[in-house]
């Protein structure tokens, strides 16, 4: 690469295992911080179970999560990349030119507020263009806006023209779970890929069963293995649930020992890591899991034989079983299954709006890769994942929002490459408004349940970095616009100014909460609309052009039935590249049921199409 730019300002600091000559033209920065209070998880899924940063005083990563989701961001090319043999390929990060700072604010038990702020505010000064954040409150204990560590921090980074972008957690698929939902920051769901895991079960009857996971077993087509239900093999005085469930201590072993357990899932409290430690344990040969939640998240278990299936797979397993005395199985070492249909799908864990603390900002924003995503690891030892004989790998695969969030950071990095005067706002405008909404087989967007995906699932759709170099038409937000809505959203002015820190800062009066539809956004959301007649809100957008000179952009609306939407005017007309124009839709509950009605505007010259999607919920 060449020289460092003059512009940056960061530094390298050392550590116990971290010298200063560490750092090169790639990595040009790497700060670490002192924790105390523990505040904010790290919303990971990661299939070693670790859900948060070992710390050291050193900036050197002791888990792999940084390494993992720095290198997805940013990582160089890699010929013959792999984990074990399996995702072989060509490993880029996705802006792999870019180069990387770090900063490390977590520990093992979380991430204090003070050091987060401490890291961003060090960002900030430092000169990076985007920052990567792959961390959030709980959602089941979000503060407000100016309580969150990231909202604050990241609200002074995009008052520097600095992107923020966040991983929006992994607790769906229930409703109101996504965080990081301040609207100057870019929120990220997580999505699948058009690759699979799969893992063969073959039942004694010949017959051949797919399942998901990543394992490195020994069995061949040459030896078969009983199998047990799990319920079966209930320890003396421990429920048959329990045992169904592979709970800690639930198995006799005199029962398991040299066999396939099968197990279920109604129980998530016991994780599936757990339950593979339990079948070891009971010297199992190895586990079958019936799981229809977590079926297409890729558990991996090294050398042990394991394999996860869907409810209607695993009712042909326990069907083989109660027809035969002695039923028998082998699972077959995992292999690659490419061009999977569909994909993308939303992934059952990524966090779901509508947002917590308003229904007026659309989150998450939009959706990227999360699930079994190979990027970069610490060559550790660990007995539970390394497959015996090998050695420790160069890479790991890891799902969850935490993957996602840095596939948008790497896109962010290669529009701003191609457009470095363009706004952080503009740059989310250009990914929100380009995003697909379609899946490999040409249809709409599902859910891990089949389900038709809706707005508060995936926000805008599956990013795609390269039609959002050319969006046509772009939303762009000022300091100022987050600040009237902050006014809106109820802070008092003496708050405000403290945030921005200005001295020269009033709310409008009579602020209103309905007036934070009314921000700029490349989004739409309605938080409450009354059906019947007067169910009527009107809410203004303007547009800047980026794209020719002398274009007319016609708009199309798609509104679900019953719920009216007008838009006027019903064309625009730019003279010039910059100029801006506004316009106006208006919704009418009065013909619509109550809940929840998702819809789209796209406005098209013909050879680009922004579309702005929109939820309005009618009460």
């Not at 890929?193 to 079960?201: A, C, E, G, L, V």
């Not at 709409?444 to 970095?465: C, F, K, Q, R, V």
């Not at 199309?556 to 590249?577: I, N, Y």
Request: overall charge neutral.
């Amino acid at each position: 690469m060449t020289a460092v730019p003059s512009r940056w300002k960061g530094t390298c600091v050392e550590g116990f295992d971290f010298k200063r000559s560490d750092c090169n033209r790639k990595l040009i920065g790497a700060r670490y911080y002192s924790n105390q209070l523990n505040s904010i998880h790290l919303p990971s899924t990661s299939s070693n179970g670790v859900h948060g940063l070992a710390f050291s005083g050193s900036p050197r990563d002791t888990v792999g999560h940084g390494t993992h989701t720095a290198s997805t961001a940013a990582g160089a090319t890699v010929n013959n990349a792999s984990y074990y043999g399996l995702a072989q390929g060509v490993a880029k990060g996705g802006s792999p030119l870019s180069r990387l700072a770090m900063y490390k604010a977590c520990s093992l038990g979380g991430c204090a507020s003070s050091a987060v702020l401490k890291a961003i505010d060090d960002a900030i000064s430092d000169g990076v263009d985007i920052i990567s954040i792959s961390l959030g409150m709980s959602s089941v204990f979000q503060t407000d806006f100016l309580s969150d560590p990231i909202a604050i921090g990241a609200f002074h980074a995009d008052q520097n023209g600095i992107m923020v972008v966040c991983s929006g957690g992994n607790d769906g698929p229930d409703p109101f779970t996504v965080v990081n939902t301040a609207p100057w920051i870019l929120t990220v769901g997580a999505s699948s890929i058009d690759r699979n895991f799969q893992s063969t079960i073959i039942l004694g009857n010949a017959q051949v069963l797919e399942g998901v996971a990543i394992n490195f077993s020994n069995h061949t087509r040459l030896e078969s293995y009983p199998l047990i239900f799990g319920g079966d093999a209930a320890a003396e005085f421990t429920p048959v649930t329990e045992a169904s469930n592979c709970y800690p201590g639930s198995m006799d072993t005199n029962k398991t020992a040299g066999k396939i357990i099968v197990c279920v899932d109604s129980d998530p409290s016991v994780t599936r890591r757990v339950k593979k430690l339990v079948a070891e344990d009971a010297g199992a040969k190895g586990l079958i899991l019936i799981d229809e939640t977590e079926k297409g998240i890729p558990f991996d278990s090294g050398s042990f034989a394991f394999s996860e299936i869907t409810n209607n797979v695993g009712a042909l397993v326990l069907e083989y079983m109660k027809s035969t005395k002695f039923p028998t199985a082998i699972i077959l070492s995992t292999i690659d299954v490419e061009q999977f249909t569909p994909a993308p799908i939303v992934a059952y864990f990524s966090s779901r709006g509508p947002g917590g603390l308003t229904e007026s900002i659309l989150k998450p924003d939009l959706m990227a890769p999360g699930v079994g995503i190979l990027a970069g690891a610490i060559p550790m030892e660990n007995k539970e994942t390394t497959p015996e004989g090998k050695k420790p790998s160069n890479f790991a695969i890891k799902s969850g929002t935490s993957m996602a969030c840095p596939h948008v950071a790497g896109a962010a990095a290669f529009v701003k490459s191609v457009h470095p005067r363009w706004s952080p706002s503009i740059i989310r405008s250009a990914l929100v408004t380009t995003a697909k909404s379609t899946n490999n087989l040409k249809k709409s967007l599902t859910t891990s349940s089949g389900a038709t995906a809706n707005y508060h699932d995936m926000g805008a759709g599956e990013i795609s970095p390269l039609r959002a170099l050319s969006p046509g038409l772009v939303f762009d937000s000022r300091t100022e616009d987050y600040l009237y809505f902050l006014c809106y959203y109820g802070y008092k002015n003496e708050t405000i100014k403290s945030l921005a820190g200005i001295k020269k800062f009033s709310c409008p009066p009579n602020p209103s909460a309905d007036l934070m539809s009314e921000l700029n956004y490349p989004s739409i959301s309605i938080a409450r609309l009354e059906g019947g007649y007067g169910g009527v809100r009107t809410v203004h957008r303007t547009m800047t052009n980026v794209g020719p000179s002398n274009c007319t952009y016609m708009a199309q609306v798609d509104a679900p039935k019953g719920l009216g939407v007008k838009v006027k005017p019903e064309s625009l007309f730019f003279t010039r590249r910059g100029l801006k124009v506004s316009y106006q839709v208006t919704f009418d509950g009065k013909g619509a049921g109550k809940g929840y009605k998702y819809g789209s505007l796209t406005w098209s010259d013909g050879a680009h199409s922004v579309r702005t999607i929109f939820v309005v919920n009618v009460i």
